[in-house]
């Protein structure tokens, strides 16, 4: 388990935009996909993005698509997910996780990665 920190969640309106970040502390995470998956109440966890080791490939879930945009600064140890457009249904827990392997083809599963953050809350108001 690696020690992932999201942060940037908050309140915003129908239409707004988020920037999400997660960060490491004590590692680097050059070596590592990182994947975005978002959990609203009463629903499992949704992969929404991933992003490779290089930030050369990324992939995204059909629901966030043209909206979201997953990008990494490796200088700065962060992984960022800026997310435009949003919507109430994108109301949720959203959580980075890790994966030293994960090829991003797909954006995966919850049992695809290994290392996860505790989450920062999203609320979208209508």
């Known amino acids: 388990q690696l020690p992932l920190v999201e942060s940037g969640g908050g309140l915003v309106q129908l239409g707004g935009s988020l920037r999400l970040s997660c960060a490491a502390s004590g590692f680097s995470l050059d070596y590592y996909t990182i994947a975005w998956f978002r959990q609203a109440p009463g629903k499992e966890r949704e992969g929404i993005s991933c992003i490779t080791s290089s930030g050369g490939s990324t992939n995204y879930a059909d629901s966030v698509k043209g909206r979201f945009t997953s990008s990494r600064d490796n200088a700065k140890n962060t992984v960022y997910l800026q997310m435009n457009s949003l919507k109430p249904e994108d109301t949720a827990v959203y959580y980075c996780?890790?994966?030293?392997?994960?090829?991003?083809?797909?954006?995966?599963?919850?049992?695809?990665?290994?290392?996860w953050g505790r989450g920062t809350q999203v609320t979208v108001s209508s």
């Open positions: 996780a890790a994966d030293r392997w994960w090829p991003c083809t797909v954006v995966g599963d919850p049992a695809d990665f290994g290392s």
